[in-house]
């Protein structure tokens, strides 16, 4: 550990001197900057959807409509990080909960900030990306690449809500953020329903085709498929003792994340399971699909159940446990941008 140097009237003086040539001694603050390992300012935190997020979703919709809000959007704000540049779950993540409510439409418009909407609950809302429709249904994963025409509506009798998660904080350290309105609600369709699944999602790649985007062309990643292959490999049983079951969403024109800055993955835990600690540099963000369990996070405990959301900052030890029922949870993190710069590190824990 280094020590901090001494602060005396004279070291001080001078400091005033310079800064005023917009210098400053780098020795005075450089303990905050290398930690010996990460200090997140997020702290661990749960949000119980039915008991706290949903009323509250529920009276945003008598507080202001969709298209005034333009995204009816509540942000889960990691109590750690109030003095953020914005309200954030992570350092490098955004997560918030869109409510859409019979009849509505959020208007179309694009931005250099990547999102993925990952479907809570609700039935038959669509989104529209560059084109394609997609139908939503809970447990989807649903990608809305950087810079690509997205809109939003709701034809069904019931308010739709899903998680959006976005790498706002990662665009704005490299500043490089744009938006655009698109002149008319909806940007127009010109692909039937489940195009992109059809060219991209089957094993097999169109002939000659020249996706060069870093993004996956898959648009939504059904949780029916996502949620038969977890079943299918269970009946083999062979779990990781910290992960259970756990699956990564991949581009399949390059094999790598289907998100270039943001990871995904689903996991299925089977009854009785009692993982093994582990901790990662990737501050991650679960949403609860299926089942009931607890996650131990530094020695908190957060009790889970379906549809409740929950984050583990970098570098806590957590561990997960199911009791009589199996449990599938849906997580994301900055994780292929570290992978990308040779920074993430992991660690398995012994269970005490
Ligand atoms: C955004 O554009 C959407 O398009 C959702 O649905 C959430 C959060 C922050 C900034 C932009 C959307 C967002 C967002």
Redesign the pocket.
């Known amino acids: 550990m280094r020590e901090q140097p001494r602060r005396t009237p004279e070291r001080e003086a001078y400091y005033a001197r310079i800064k005023e040539k917009n210098l400053a001694p780098l020795w005075e603050v450089l303990k905050g900057i290398q930690t010996d390992e990460p200090k997140p300012h997020e702290v661990p935190t749960l949000w119980k959807y039915d008991r706290d997020v949903k009323p509250a979703l529920l009276e945003s919709g008598g507080v202001i409509s969709a298209r005034e809000a333009?995204?009816r959007?509540l942000?889960l704000e990691n109590p750690g990080l109030r003095d953020y540049f914005f309200p954030c779950i992570t350092h490098s993540l955004?997560a918030?909960l869109?409510m859409i409510m019979p009849g509505e439409v959020?208007p179309s418009?694009r931005?250099t900030?990547s999102?993925l909407?990952f479907i809570i609950e609700g039935e038959g809302a669509y989104?529209a990306v560059d084109g394609e429709k997609t139908t939503m249904r809970p447990g989807d994963f649903v990608i809305?690449p950087s810079w690509t025409w997205?809109d939003?509506g709701n034809e069904t009798d019931q308010p739709m809500v899903w998680l959006?998660g976005?790498d706002?904080p990662i665009v704005d350290v490299l500043n490089c953020s744009f938006f655009e309105p698109y002149p008319e609600d909806q940007f127009p369709i010109d692909r039937p329903e489940g195009d992109s699944v059809a060219r991209w999602g089957t094993g097999m790649v169109p002939d000659g085709h020249r996706h060069r985007a870093p993004t996956s062309p898959i648009l939504n990643y059904s949780y029916a498929r996502t949620r038969e292959a977890l079943d299918r490999m269970a009946a083999r049983g062979d779990y990781d003792d910290c992960h259970g079951l756990k699956m990564n969403y991949i581009n399949p024109v390059t094999g790598d994340w289907a998100m270039p800055t943001i990871g995904t993955s689903m996991r299925l835990l089977p009854k009785g399971f009692s993982g093994t600690p582990f901790r990662s540099t990737e501050g991650t963000v679960y949403v609860v699909v299926e089942g009931k369990g607890r996650t131990v996070v530094n020695g908190t405990s957060f009790e889970w159940g379906p549809r409740d959301i929950f984050v583990v900052p970098s570098w806590c030890w957590h561990y997960h446990e199911t009791n009589g029922s199996e449990a599938v949870m849906f997580n994301y993190s900055d994780r292929p941008v570290q992978e990308k710069l040779g920074l993430y590190r992991e660690q398995r824990g012994k269970r005490a």
């Open positions: 333009d995204r959007v942000i955004f918030g869109q959020a418009h931005h900030q999102a909407r989104t809305t997205h939003h959006d976005l706002i």
